[in-house]
C-alpha cells in the first residue's frame, strides 16, 4: 500500500507541475500540445547541465542536480519561444505549431546527444547517464499510519513541485499577472482595453508553460529513467493534457486528475506483480488514465471548461 | 497562362521553405566539420536519386530507388488522411494509432494465415481500410455526438491503441529474438522482398500504385464530386453547412471514415510492406509527421506527392549520409523539422505577400 | 480661442485602401455639452472617432485636447488625457465579476506579508459599489458578466471609463443593443453624466435620441462633415435630409395586395433554446400566396427562432408548421428547401454564405445537388459558371474577380446581394426574409425592397422579419407584433399606427401592470400626442417635419409611415439594425 503511494505520488508530481504549463499557456488562449516537446528538451538541457556540472563535484553531491533542475526549466522556457515565434509572431495554427514544436525537440535532442556526446565527452552514446536522486524519510510525520507514507522516501523534487505549484497557483488567482492571463483566454479584446498587450502576456504564459514541462522533464528523467535520451518521449506531455483536460482547466482539481493518473498506474504495477502477471500486462495498466478521459469527456464534454478565446489569434486590428 | 500563375503561386511558398530549411541545415552541417553539399549529394545516392561510387551484389540505383519508394508509399497514405480530414475542418492527430491498429488487426488476421498471395493481398488491403475507416469513424461519432475535440479523443486512442496492442503482441504474437511480432507470410506481404529482376534483387512496393490511385481519388473528391462539395463547406463553416441543408454530422463522421481508411492503408503498407513486423510499445511518427508534410503539401493531393518525397528522400538517404559524408542520420529529423518549422508559417507569409500585393496596387490606381 | 474647447479636431483627413474615411474634417467640442456625431453607416463617425480615441492616427490635421495639440497614439495614451470610449461590441470578460472587469489594468493592489503584491478585491469591490452610487448606475460588484443582462453589461463599460476618470466619454452607438426602456435609462444616465461636468460624444444615426439628449450634432456624409447644428432649432426633417444628402422619399411603389391560398400554416409553435428557455411560445399564424407578413419586435424576442424553426434549423418543441398543406414539422433542412422554402438569414456572413467558397460555388449554395450541378455525385463546373454568370448579372453583384471571387472579400452589401439572389432564384413558395436590409446603404435596401415585392406579386408568400419598424411598416400587408416570445396582434397593415406596433412590442398594450410599464406607456403617450400620424396603408401622412425625421431614423428606409417621433415604436426602429458588425466603416 505505501509503495502505491511512494511511486504513484512521484510520478503524479512532475506531471502535475506539466500540467499546470499547460493551464497557464492554455488559460492565456493559446493551444498549447507541446507539452512533450518542451518537456523533453527542458530534460535535455538539465542533464546536460548535470553531465557537465558532474566533475566538479564529487560522486555523491547533490549539486548537479539542483543546476539541472534549473537549467531543464530555463531550457525549457527557452525553448517554448519556439512555440510564442509561431504562434504569435507568425500566427501560425496552434495545433499544428504544438506538433511541429515536438518533432523539432526530438529531432534536436537526438542529434545534439549525440554530437555533445562525440564532442565533448569523446564518447558514441545516445544518452546522458544521470544518478538516480536520493529519497529521503521525515522523521516522525512518516509514522502516521497510511498518510505516513507521503513523507517517505520522497524526492526532493516532489518538494520543489508542490512548492513551484503553489506559486504557481498564487500568481494565477492572486496578482494582476494572472488576472491578465486569464482574462486573455477569455476576451483578449478587454485586455487590450485595459491597456495591457495580450500578446506579451500570452508570451509570459508560453514561456511559463515551458519552464514547468522543463522542470516536469527533469524530474522524470532523474526518477523512473536514470538518463536522459530522446526515448524520453514515451507520452508524459500528452498525459498531462490529459489531465488538464480532465481538471477542467483548474489547478486543484488538475492535481486530483494527476493524482488518480499516478495511483492508477502504481496500483496497477503492484496488482501485476502481486498476482504474477508476467510484465506486459503493465501496458494495459497505462491506457487507465486515457480510457478514464475519455469516457470523462463522453460524460461531461456538455460542461466542458475549455476558455473561450483558445486557440483563437489575437489580431489587435481586427473590431 | 493564368492557370500556370495559380500554381506557381500555390508552389512558390513551399518552395521558399524548404530552400530556407536546406540553407539553414547546411550551416549547421558546416558548423558541425563536414561539407553540406556532399551531406546533400548523400542524400540523393542514398534514395537511388544519383549514382553511388560503388554497389554491392545484386544492387544497383535501382534497388535503391525502388526500396525508396517501398519507404515514403505509407507517408503518402498519412499525408493524404491528413489533408482528407484537414479539409472538412477537422485535425486527425491520430493516424500513427490508426495505423498501428489497422496494421496489427491485418497482420494478426492475414499476416499469420497462410492465405495464398491472391487472396491475402487484397484482404490485406480491405482490412487495412475498414479497421482504419472504424477507428477514424469513432472518432467522428465522438465529435459529433458528444462534442469531444477530435485532438483531444486521438491523442488518446493514440496511446490506448498502443498499449493494448503492444500487450498482445507481448503476450501471443511476440518474436523472442527480435522482441518484435513474428514476421508476416510473404505472401501477405505487400512489397515483393528482393525479388529477382535481370541480375538485381529489389524490393518491389505494390502499395505504391494503390497509393497513386488514392491520391487521384483524393483529387477528385474535392474537385469533382458533391461530396467533396459539401466535405469542404462543412470545413470552411459548419453552421453556413447546416443552413444550406447539409448534414454536417454526417459529414464529418465520413470525413474522418476517410481519412482512417487513408491511415489504414498507410498503416498496412508500412507494417506489411515495408516493415514485416511490428514493435511493441513503439508509435511511429509517420503520423505527425504526415501533419507537416500534408502542410507542406498545401493539403493537395498532388502537392502531397512531392513533399512526401521530400521529406523521405531526406530520412531514407540519413544513412548512406553518415557513412559517407560522416554526418549524423539524426540530422535527418532537423533538417526535417526546420522545413517544417518553416511551412507552419507560410500561411502567415502568403497572407502577408498578398496583403502587400493589394496594397501595391492600391496606390497604383491612386498615382494614376 | 483654442481654450473655450476641450476637444478640437482640426483639418482630419483619414483614407483606407479603396476610400476617404474622413475628407478634411472639423470638430469642435465645448466642455460638459452633450456632442452628436449623426451619419448614416459608413459616413465616417466611428473612424473619427477612433482617431480621437489613438486607435488610428489621421493621414493629415491635427487634434487638440484642452487646447494643447496632441498625437493620440493608443487607447492608453487616450486613457490618460481623460477620454474613454464605450465600443459598440463590449469589452468584457465573461467569467470575470463586475468589479474584475472594471478594474483592470488598474486594480488595487495590497502587500500580502509586507512585500508580495496581490490583487485587493474587496478594495475594488467596494470602489466600485461607492462609483456606481456616486454615478447612480446601478451595477452589483460581484456579479459575474456572463449571468447578467446586455444594459448592465453596459453600464459595466461606463463604469470603466469612469473609473479611468475619463472626461471625455464617447459613446459609440450606445443604444443598438437596447430595448426602449434601457435606452430611456441609458439616455438619463448620460445627461446625469452631463450634469456632473463631462464632455459626451455620441455617435448614433438616430435622430431621435438627438434631440431628446444632444445640445449639439455634426452630420457626417460619406467622409465629409456638413453642417454642425445646435440641436434645439433644427428639426429633425432638416437634419434627415442633411444626412441622407439629398430629400428624403418615403415611398415604394406597391400595388395593393392580393391573397390567395394558404401557404403556411404556423399552429401552437413552441421553442426552445439551448438553455432549454422557452423563446418562442404558442405562435400561431398562416400566410398566403401574395402576402407579405412581417414579424415586428425588439431583437430577442423570439422572431429569428420562429424563422429559424420554419427553416428547420432549430428543433420545435411541440405545435405544426404547415407547408402548401403538407406537415413539416419534422422534415429536414433539406427536405423544407426542395418542399418549397427560401430562405434569408440574419447572419449572412455564418449561414447565408461560405465566406471561403467562390461566388460561383456559393451560388448554388441551395441547388449543388440538383441538375445541371450535380450528375450521379459528380458536380459540373459549366453548370455552376453558367449559374453565376446569370445571376452577378441579374442581380447586379459586384465583385473582384467575377464568378471564381472569394466570397470573403467581397462587400457586405455584395454578400447580401447574392445571398438575395439566391435564394429568389429558388423561387420558392415561400421566401423568409430576417433583417434583408441590415447594414445595407440606401440604395442597396430600395433594391431589396423592390424585389421582395415583385416576388409578393408573383404570388409568393412572404415572411419579414425586421427589427427596422420603417420597414415593416412600408413593406408588410399584414403584421404580426411579437413580445417576450409571444404574438402580440395579428392585423392587417392598414388597420395599425406605427404607435401602436410599438406599444405591441414592448407589451404595453397588453398588461398594464408591472412598474416598469408606466414610464413606458408614459413615452407611448407622449408619443402619441406629439405624432398624431398613423401612416395608413396609403402611405405617408401628414406629420411632416419630425415624421421624416423617423423613417431616416432606420437608415433612411423611409417609408410611408412617418408618424410621431417619439413614439415608442420608433425606438426600436434602428435598434439592433447593427448589431454584430455589418455596420460602419
Redesign the interface.
Known sequence: MNGILIDGLSFALPLFIMAIGGIYCEKSGVTM?AVEGLQGFGAFVGAFAAVLAAGGFSGSSQVPFYIAILCAAVGGGLFAL?HAL?CLR????Q???G??V???A???T??LT??LNRLLFGATSDKFVLTVSYRFTVPGLSRIPLLGAVFTNVYPFEVIIVAVAFVAW?VMY???FG??L??CG??P????????QVNRIRLAAIVICGALSGLGGICFAYSISANFSASIYV?YG??A??AL?FGNWRILPTLGACLLFGFARSGGYKLVQVLQM?S??Q??V??LP??L??LL??FF??Q?GSP?ALGEIYDKGA? | MKNKNKIWNAVKIPLLAILCSLVAAGVIIALTGSNPFRAYYALLQGSGLAPKAAYANYKSMLTDLFSYVNYFTPMIFAALAVAVALRAGLFNIGVSGQMLAAGFTATVLVGYSGLGAVAAKPLVILIGMVVGGLAGALVGFLKYRFNINEVVSTIMLNYIFQYVISFLINTYFVDPVSRQSVEVSAASRLTLMDTQAGNLKIDIPLGILVALAAVVLVWILFDKTKLGYELKAVGFSRSAARYAGIRVGRCMVLSMTISGMLAGLAGVTYYLGYMGSIQPKVLLNTGFDAIAVSLLGSNNPFGIIFSTMLISLISKGSTYMRSTAGVDTEIASVITGIILLFSACSAYIRHRLERRRSEKAQTAKEDR | MGEEYIVEMRHITKRFPGIVANDDVTIQIRKGEIYALLGENGAGKSTLMSMLFGMYEPDEGEILIRGEKVKIESPNHATRLNIGMVHQHFKLVSNYTVAENIVMGMEPVKKVLGCIPVVDIKKANSDIRALSEKYGLAVNPTDVIENINVSTQQRVEILKMLYREAEILIFDEPTAVLTPQEIDFLLEIIKGLREKGKTIILITHKLEEIKRIADRCAILNRGKLIDVLDVAETSTRVMANLMVGREVSFETEKKPADFGKVVLDVSNLNVFNKQEFQVVKNVSFQVHEGEILAIAGVAGNGQVEIADAIAGLMPVRSGKIVLNGEDITGASIRERTLKGISYIPEDRQNYGVVMDFTLSENLALKNYFKEPFCRKGMLDNRAFEENSRRLIEKYDIRSGQGSGTVVRSMSGGNQQKAIVGREIELASPLMIFVQPTRGLDIGAIENIHRQMIAERDRGRAILLISLELDEIMNCADTIAVIYNGELQKIASAGSLTTNQVGEFMMGVRQKETEKSTAGKSEAGKEAAGKSATGKGTAGKSEAGKEAAGRSVTGKGTAGKSETGKEAAGKKVTGKGAEEKGGGEE
Do not use: C, E
Open positions: 500540445l519556439l509561431l507568425f500566427q501560425a495554427n495545433v499544428i505549431s506538433v511541429v515536438n518533432i523539432m526530438m529531432a534536436l537526438a542529434y549525440k554530437l498564487f492572486k496578482t494582476r488576472m491578465h486569464r482574462a477569455d476576451n479584446h478587454a485586455v487590450d482595453a485595459a491597456g495591457r507520452g500528452y498525459l493534457i490529459a483536460i508476467p506486459s500486462y501496458d494495459l497505462m491506457i486515457y480510457v478521459t475519455l469527456l463522453v464534454s456538455k466542458n473561450r473590431r
